[in-house]
């Protein structure tokens, strides 16, 4: 008589509140635009100051939680942040917990947008948060660094210049996936920058120079 080997079927796919993709354009005369992750639509700026939107986009390759100064900008009171997966495969992120444990230490829960100098303390602030700066950070050393130098990078010269908010997209964050706290501080989603494209003014049809973005995200149960 032959033995059989039983295959245990793979667990079923997770399935989501909400899912979606959304491509779209912000340039200079209409960012930062707000977006829904609970709902799936664009929330109109007359209502910045609520816990409506979950993600603002805005020109120069920013991207806000509703969280920390971004929610004292607005006046929100947003309860956001942003947690990073260390994957770039979307259907391998399966719930809010899988964010990368080796960095847990430092990055938990979530981190939540903060302003910081863009070069030395004589330079402009910036709004950010952990999406601006996962391709700056070494990590083979991540886990012994804190959590302020998690947030920068250093320069041949020796200065720490914090780079614009998602700062070369296009080389380095494209196909991250990040899980999204969303504003009311108790739901969660992913997502991920699939597609990032800098539209230069001299050939935007608006005239004013452009950023192209596709993101796809699902909202967990």
């Known amino acids: 008589m032959t033995q059989q080997t039983m295959k245990i079927p793979p667990p079923p796919p997770p399935s989501y509140v909400k899912e979606g993709e959304i491509t779209f354009e912000?340039?200079?005369?209409?960012?930062?635009?707000?977006?829904?992750?609970?709902?799936?639509?664009?929330?109109?700026?007359?209502?910045?100051?609520?816990?409506?939107?979950?993600?603002?986009?805005?020109r120069m390759r920013k991207i806000y939680t509703n969280s920390g100064t971004s929610a004292q900008e607005f006046s929100s009171n947003g309860q956001g942040g942003v947690w990073y997966t260390n994957?770039?495969?979307?259907?391998?992120?399966?719930?809010?917990?899988?964010?990368?444990?080796d960095l847990s230490s430092i990055l938990a829960p979530y981190i939540t947008d903060q302003s910081r100098y863009t070069g030395t303390s004589s330079g402009s602030l910036a709004r950010?948060?952990?999406?601006?700066?996962?391709?700056?950070?070494?990590?083979?050393?991540?886990?012994?660094?804190?959590?302020?130098?998690?947030?920068?990078?250093?320069?041949?010269?020796?200065?720490?210049?914090?780079?614009?908010?998602?700062?070369?997209?296009?080389?380095?964050?494209?196909?991250?996936?990040?899980?999204?706290?969303?504003?009311d501080g108790k739901t969660?989603?992913?997502?991920?920058v699939s597609d990032f494209e800098f539209i230069s003014s001299s050939v935007a049809p608006s005239g004013l120079s452009t950023d192209s973005y596709k993101v796809r995200y699902a909202v967990f149960k």
């Open 128 to 183: 950010i948060n952990l999406m601006t700066y996962m391709g700056y950070v070494n990590e083979e050393t991540a886990s012994g660094t804190t959590k302020e130098d998690f947030l920068t990078y250093h320069s041949g010269e020796g200065a720490t210049y914090l780079p614009t908010a998602f700062y070369d997209i296009d080389q380095k964050e494209t196909g991250q996936v990040y899980i999204i706290r969303h504003a």
């Open 188 to 192: 969660y989603a992913k997502i991920q």
């Open 87 to 101: 994957k770039t495969d979307f259907d391998a992120v399966t719930s809010k917990d899988d964010a990368v444990t």
């Open 26 to 58: 912000v340039d200079s005369s209409n960012g930062p635009r707000f977006f829904s992750l609970t709902t799936g639509v664009w929330i109109d700026a007359s209502e910045a100051a609520t816990e409506k939107w979950d993600l603002a986009f805005q």
